[in-house]
Each structure stands twice: as structure tokens, then as C-alpha cells.
């Protein structure tokens, strides 16, 4: 497709439970971020890849997450023993090349809405 | 303080009304900035970016002003369909991400 896609949308974890989200970016863009959203605020940043290196990941709220990407592409956030405070919508983004107007535009997906339960 | 200010509104206006919110960021900094849109459930869509001298883009015009360390978004003539939750962005200096402010939420009335 021709926007950021992730998976699953929609996700009930009960708590202590491991869920892995899914992220597939715009093809060929460089830049790939991972941002939380809770409900009535904004996205908050969670950590950033260029191509397969995770160059930021400063924030991740704690060590029970983890996100990966190694070919460069599709990307999975992993999220270990979840817990209630964890419930939110998981928002993947991508943009192109950093030296190109076009870098500066990030794209977002429509995100995985993640429920602990 | 969270580094990116904005009032949550919710603002409520009636159709063709003006309307205008602000965006107050801490660190001086700050590189590039933008307005997003976000609608219920939806996912955040760039409105529009912020440039040094001001950018209008038909009824919507973004300002920035440095010394102030505020951005602006105006609407004018409001439709209902406006009506969404709009975010400032804020990407600082060697840094690629953007730090969001909480959004505002704007309910255009008929």
C-alpha cells in the first residue's frame, strides 16, 4: 500500500502478557518512529530507527520494551508483561530521506490500539 | 512543564467563525515546527509547516515567533468539518523526531 501500515489494529492483552505490534513503513523511507498515544493527549516519542539502526530509543518507559527493525523496513515494537498503564494507541510513523523536503514530512499509520486487560 | 504547551480546549465555534490557537515550546532549541490534524480515532495528518516569516495555506495560516517561543495556527471561515483535534510539532536541533504538544480540540458548530 501506499501509506504506513501497521498491525494488528486492534489488540486485548491480559496483563502480564507479551504482544508484538507491527509496523510497515512507506517504501523506501529512511526514518522510522514509534510514538504512544493515551487517550486525550498527544503522541508521545518512543524511539527512533534510520534504516536497521535504532539511533534513539530514549523513549522507551522501561526495559519490558523493545522495538526492532532489522532489514530496515517493516519494524515490530514488543512489549513484555504488559501492564494496564500500557493501554494506548501505538503509533508507527516514516519519513524519506533526511536532505530532501520530502524528509521532513513524517507519515503516521493509523496505529494498533492496545487494550490490557 | 511538558516541553510543548497547548490549551486543550475544547474551543467551540460556529460556522464561519475565526478562530486561532497557540502553541508555547520550552526549548529554545527548536529547529522546525508543524501543525497536525487529528480526527476522532484517526490517525495524526500534517496540516501544515511553520516557516520563520509566517505561511498561509487558503484558510489556515501558521506563525512563529521565536522570541516568544510560540507557534500560532489561525482559521478562518470555519467549516464543519474543521472540526478535529489539531497538534503542534516541534523537531529540535539534530534531533529527527517530533515532540507533540497535547492537542486542541475544536468543535465547529452549524
Known amino acids: 500500500g501506499a501509506g504506513v501500515s501497521q498491525s494488528p489494529r486492534y489488540k486485548v492483552a491480559k496483563r502480564g502478557q507479551d504482544v508484538a505490534l507491527r509496523c510497515d513503513p512507506i517504501s523506501g523511507h529512511v526514518s522510522l518512529f514509534w510514538y504512544q498515544q493515551a487517550l486525550g493527549q498527544g503522541p508521545e516519542f518512543l524511539t527512533y530507527f534510520q534504516n536497521e539502526a535504532q539511533l534513539d530509543k530514549s523513549g522507551l518507559p522501561s526495559d519490558r520494551f523493545f522495538a526492532e527493525r532489522p532489514e530496515g523496513s517493516v519494524s515490530t515494537l514488543k512489549i513484555q508483561r504488559t501492564q494496564q498503564e500500557d493501554s494506548a494507541v501505538y503509533l508507527c510513523?516514516?519519513?524519506?530521506?533526511?536532505?530532501?523536503?520530502?524528509?521532513?514530512?513524517?507519515?503516521f499509520g493509523e496505529g494498533s490500539w492496545l487494550t490490557v486487560v | 512543564r511538558k516541553e510543548v504547551e497547548q490549551d486543550p480546549g475544547p474551543f467551540n465555534v460556529p460556522e464561519g467563525a475565526t478562530v486561532a490557537f497557540n502553541c508555547t515550546y520550552s526549548n529554545s532549541a527548536s529547529q522546525s515546527f508543524f501543525w497536525y490534524r487529528q480526527d476522532c480515532r484517526k490517525e495524526p495528518k500534517l496540516l501544515m509547516s511553520?516557516?520563520?516569516s509566517g505561511n498561509e495555506d487558503g484558510r489556515f495560516t501558521a506563525q512563529l515567533n521565536r522570541a516568544s517561543q510560540y507557534i500560532s495556527l489561525l482559521i478562518r471561515d470555519s467549516k464543519l468539518s474543521d472540526s478535529a483535534t489539531y497538534l503542534c510539532a516541534v523537531r529540535y536541533t539534530g534531533r529527527r523526531a517530533l515532540t507533540f504538544g497535547s492537542g486542541t480540540r475544536l468543535q465547529v458548530q452549524p
Open positions: 511553520v516557516y520563520s
Open positions: 510513523a516514516s519519513s524519506g530521506d533526511y536532505q530532501g523536503a520530502e524528509g521532513n514530512t513524517i507519515y
